[in-house]
């Protein structure tokens, strides 16, 4: 598991240690990333609170985006990461 964002390293790093983050956050100023994934907000150049689980061979798998006031579910996500493991298995 990784974050990202178009805050700085430095930003990334004072985070991380606050929280005490167990995951990489990686830092896309440039806003590479962000565009690729059709997430950066233009007017503010910052992108989308989003979320993105993309598999082991690099297929994206699921997503959502939206603005800040979009109330998220980490349960969502551990019910798909749940589905992708059981699809793995049985291969």
């Known amino acids: 598991m990784l974050a990202i964002s178009g805050d700085s390293p430095f930003c990334h790093t004072a985070f991380a240690k606050a929280r005490s983050l167990p995951f ?10 962000i565009r690729a994934y059709g997430v950066l907000d233009i007017d503010r150049n910052v992108a989308y609170r989003s979320t993105f689980v ?21 349960r969502e996500v551990l019910r798909v990461l749940d589905v992708i493991d059981g699809l793995r298995r049985k291969r």
Not at 24 to 33: A, Y
Not at 66 to 74: A, K, S, Y
């Open 24 to 33: 990489p956050l990686l830092s896309d100023v440039h806003r590479t990333v």
């Open 54 to 74: 993309v598999d082991r061979a690099g297929v994206l798998r699921w997503g959502q985006a939206g603005d800040r006031e979009m109330v998220r579910d980490g």
